[in-house]
């Protein structure tokens, strides 16, 4: 009989999960957590959770299990072509702005993030609207997707997908970039080889460490599962990869709104989206 998760246990837990990666676990998410720490708990043979999230914050090997713990509390729900009016607006004007931009600084390549990648669906659909969009214009797109989650970022970096991640795709398009390939659709290696991905922690300002300015960052459906003070931390964070006059994009049920920031709203038909101001 597995253990309970006790009310000293849930605040432990909720709070360093809120503190280390600003995943929020509310009340009503309690039986939620105790399911998916539980087999973890198992494997480690530990007696209780409190013992778990000792052994997440102190064991000499706590990197490799938080890793694990993490692949079973985060959601990866995603798929190609999601939110088709932020990607309209992408296409023809951020895009084609973020070119000339680019152009005029004397840069033959534009810089796109996907932050919170999951398996890669994102990242990918960003480098063929790219693509398309910058093919003959003698510029390319570098995109990179970060995420917590290892074997999300290691599915993203395979490239093959079942049919439930083309839900927005028309099937035209899925033939043009995916070959099938033992009952599943692989990418297209000149896409996959205009993406890269890495692991990263958006509250933790070490994350982007490595990466050059962004001239713009996509950051959709993450925020939603975080606390406010990790909303705010990861917009900061955000802020400083964002190259000024670069632009930020979050999910549709997403806002700023509700934390102090720089970024600058910009509201167009059916999309809202974020500038940094140029400098
Ligand atoms: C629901 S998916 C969104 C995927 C994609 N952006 C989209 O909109 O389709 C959320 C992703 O955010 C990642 N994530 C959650 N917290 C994170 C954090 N603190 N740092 C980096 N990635 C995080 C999760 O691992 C998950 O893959």
Redesign the pocket.
Known sequence: MPPSLTDDEFRLFSEWLADT???RFGPEKREILRARLDPRRAALNLPTFERLLFHLRFHPDRDQERLLVLSHL??????FF?ERKQLDVMREEVLPAIARQARQAGRRSVQIL?A???GG??AYTLAIIAREVLRGKGMEAAVTG????TR?LERAREGLYRDHAFRGVEPAVRERYFRTDAGAWRLDSSIREAARFQH????DPQWSGSLPPQDVV?C???MI?FDKAGVRRAADNLYEVVRPGGFLFL?HAETLSRIPTRFVPVRRPGAVFYQRPKE
């Open positions: 990666y600003g995943l985060t959601n990866n729900e995603s798929y999601r996907s919170g990648s999951a669906e994102e970060v995420d917590l989650d999300a990263g922690n958006l509250v996509f959709r459906n993450v599962y999910g």
